[in-house]
């Protein structure tokens, strides 16, 4: 859809609509709407690169979240997810492999959409694609199927979770294994509660250190260069931000600070997602791959919450 306002215009739009996003009152779901809408109605200004500032914003933000989490707690929630984590990877790889094969679909393709499935969504891909040498149109089909189906999970998990009367930790432990990105996970389980933000993101980023192993084994299986690969150093910066609040508690007024501050960035950067997310992208896709995302999706999601239901009893 085009306008006829000037790009300036556009711009101040833009930005006073983005900055709305760091009030309190305003969700996940409901700032993913409003850069949906804005993009829908052709008011994100072609200047902006969103794809960059949300990878950069994301990134801040993860770190800043690092501040409040507990190390103890990490370590636990992570060592006793460990079967759960390895598993939920390699189970969705390979069921992936197996619906590629059986739909008839690029198996570059399918290969992206899988590990967005089973690490850490647009970072997975992002990271894989090169190392395969995926091409363009193959990156955004998958990239634009894992977002819709992000954008999905904002509103069906909580609403789930409820219904089913989940505790923060395993609200926390579902989301970090069956959602794709990061920061659908963390606006996910915000909305949940601030244990099952901690939780989700501690085991979230526990799977994203499964990139780089992923993407190595990709190259290889794909012939592609391992020297390509990219390496989310993001990660290494948030383990760093949970050790300087063990180590030096005397800063937990300003950890506390940072890690609320970081949870409203964390808003702003879904506004960035579903500024990138139009109805014609989602329409030139064709069936194939968002099927593909779905079943893999439907897999996990349910599986894992099976899991969580049935370790819980």
Partial sequence: MTTGFSSKFKLWLFVAVGLMCL?????????????FTLASLGMVPVSIDLNKITKKLLAYSIVGLGFGINLPEAIAASSNNLGL?????????????????????????????????????????????????AKNDQIAVSLACIFLLNSAALFLFPTIGHALSLSQYDFGVWSAIAIHDTSSVVGAASAYGDEALKTATTIKLARALWIIPIA???????????????????????????LTAYFIPQGQPVYEVLFNVSKQLLIVCLFLIGAGITVSKMRANGPKPLLLGVLL????????????LWIGQ
Avoid: Q, R
């Fill in 216 to 242: 190595l084994l990709s190259a290889i299986i794909f012939g592609g260069d391992k020297s390509k690969i990219s390496i989310p150093y993001f990660i290494g910066f948030y383990c760093l931000a949970i």
């Fill in 85 to 133: 984590i390895v598993g939920s990877i390699f189970f969705t790889l390979i069921l992936g492999f197996g619906l590629t094969k059986l739909m008839k679909l690029e198996e570059k393709t399918g290969h992206l959409i899988s590990c967005g499935t089973a690490i850490c969504g647009g970072s997975a891909i992002a990271a894989v694609a090169p190392a395969i040498n």
């Fill in 297 to 308: 999706w439907l897999a996990i999601g349910s599986s894992s919450l099976g899991y969580i």
């Fill in 23 to 35: 009030a309190p009152f305003i969700s996940s779901p409901i700032a993913l709407l409003m850069g």
